[in-house]
């Protein structure tokens, strides 16, 4: 079972922020917290990850609270484009091992009003 | 780099009949590669880990005779869907993942059984 939980919609309008919560108040030490999107029929997309500080990247900005309970995904200026399914998964840390696997949850759908 | 490709995009096939997909990782070598299924407005679910030259673990209720995976070399796995029905239409996609341990996704292939 996926160990996140995120609001299942979200709207936001074009140019402006998009904040998208994702609880996992159950993570362990060992667990990355991870960010995809899907657009509609795509496979999903690599955006960020992080372990317990704040991330940045071209893409957006990844926001983890100091107990690592919850994380804040931050597309800084949403367009269009942006509208997509995003999904915030934990992931353990050891590498090639056989839990080592991305388990999907429902995701948040974000739609970019223009 | 870390690209993954998926043949075919798309397919339809005849109820009772086979189909192959293939997933190939263009730019690396993958020793472990993963196929998903998702279903219309629902997310992805984790089907099978494949490893190269071993066989396929599947996830607890994927039939492994029903979808054949083979992963014969380090840059190619192809998933089999065995006697198609109308039931197994849906998107599949699959993933790769690299020497950076991290998983790269394929854009999928959307399957329609008449």
Request: aromatic share 10%; proline share 5%; net charge neutral.
């Amino acid at each position: 079972d996926a160990k996140t939980t995120q609001p299942p919609s979200m709207d936001c309008a074009e140019g402006r922020a998009a904040n998208l919560p994702c609880n996992h108040s159950t993570i362990s030490g060992n667990e990355y917290v991870y960010w995809y999107r899907q657009i509609h029929s795509q496979g999903p997309q690599y955006i960020i990850h992080g372990l317990k500080n704040n991330e940045t990247n071209e893409m957006a900005s990844l926001i983890i609270t100091e107990d690592r309970k919850s994380s804040t995904l931050i597309l800084p200026h949403a367009t269009l484009r942006d509208t997509a399914v995003y999904y915030c998964i934990v992931r353990p840390m050891n590498y090639g091992g056989a839990t080592n696997k991305l388990i999907f949850g429902t995701g948040t759908l974000l739609a970019v009003q223009p | 780099g870390a690209v993954v490709s998926q043949h075919p995009s798309w397919v339809i096939c005849k109820s009772g009949t086979s189909v192959k997909i293939e997933c190939r990782s263009l730019d690396f070598q993958a020793t472990t590669m993963f196929w998903y299924r998702q279903f219309p407005k629902q997310s992805l679910m984790l089907m099978a880990t494949s490893n190269e030259g071993s066989k396929a673990t599947y996830e607890q209720g994927v039939e492994k005779d029903k979808f054949l995976i083979n992963h014969a070399s380090l840059t190619l796995s192809t998933l089999t869907v065995t006697s198609a029905h109308p039931e197994d239409s849906s998107f599949y996609i699959c993933s790769a993942r690299g020497h950076d341990y991290e998983q790269y996704f394929g854009p999928g292939t959307r399957l329609t059984v008449t």
